[in-house]
């Protein structure tokens, strides 16, 4: 989702939006769902209107989880909402469990990588569009009902989307309004229009991690209160 909004960031970050602050990985025992696979990542904030928390990466082995890396991430500039109840447009990063489609990159796979792996060239298009019948999608080259002014050309983005995974969020059917574009991405300058970003090395080792054999999830979600990631 257009990660071009460091002004709107580092704006709302000098008005007071939550700092970055230690926050305690949760073990996946405890969230009410794991997605039934044996790799999860866990991208948990403070609170709803954090900008900044902590993501980690888990496998399953004969019964346990195990925590395989940790780093800091970056969330929506407006902090985190309810999956269900976020609107285009508002900035947040949508909480919830969801599964990774596939993952793209303007940069080479790298070495390891397992899942599916798109590469972006000047074609490749996100379509955020809700008139259009490809909304939330990849659209390569931009289908013609979906307008470049409600799209995102992925390769204009060299930075943040060097490496990405997209997140299923609004995916598998999706609600037009509700958002597009929900990804795990690299860093830019600031918070994100709501993805979740981490630093480049960071996203290098989980691309060389995730195993779509092992049916891989993320949840997304705050230390306590009704968007809890234990919820979920």
Request: net charge positive.
């Amino acid at each position: 989702m257009r990660p071009g909004v460091v002004a709107l960031a580092s704006l709302l970050l000098l008005l007071g939006a939550v700092p970055a602050r230690a926050v305690s990985s949760p073990v996946p025992s405890s969230l009410a769902d794991t997605g039934g696979g044996s790799q999860l990542i866990l991208a948990q904030a403070p609170g709803v209107k954090s900008t900044s928390g902590t993501l980690s990466w888990w496998e399953r082995w004969g019964g346990k989880w195990v925590k395989v890396g940790s780093t800091v991430a970056r969330f929506g500039a407006k902090g985190l909402v309810e999956g269900r109840a976020r609107k285009q447009g508002s900035y947040t990063t949508p909480t919830g469990l969801y599964d990774l489609p596939y993952a793209f990159g303007i940069k080479a796979a790298p070495g390891g990588t397992r899942v599916k792996y798109r590469r972006v060239n000047g074609s490749s298009w996100w379509c955020e569009d809700t008139r259009s019948r490809v909304y939330n999608r990849w659209s390569e080259p931009l289908a013609r009902d979906c307008r470049t002014s409600e799209s995102e050309r992925l390769i204009s983005y060299a930075t943040q989307y060097a490496y990405g995974v997209v997140i299923g969020y609004n995916y598998a059917k999706p609600v037009k309004g509700r958002g597009a574009g929900i990804f795990l991405h690299v860093n830019g300058r600031g918070a994100t229009a709501g993805c979740v970003s981490v630093p480049v090395g960071a996203m290098r080792r989980i691309l060389g991690w995730v195993d779509p054999g092992r049916a891989p999830h993320i949840a997304i979600g705050t230390v306590s209160g009704a968007t809890a990631v234990t919820r979920y």
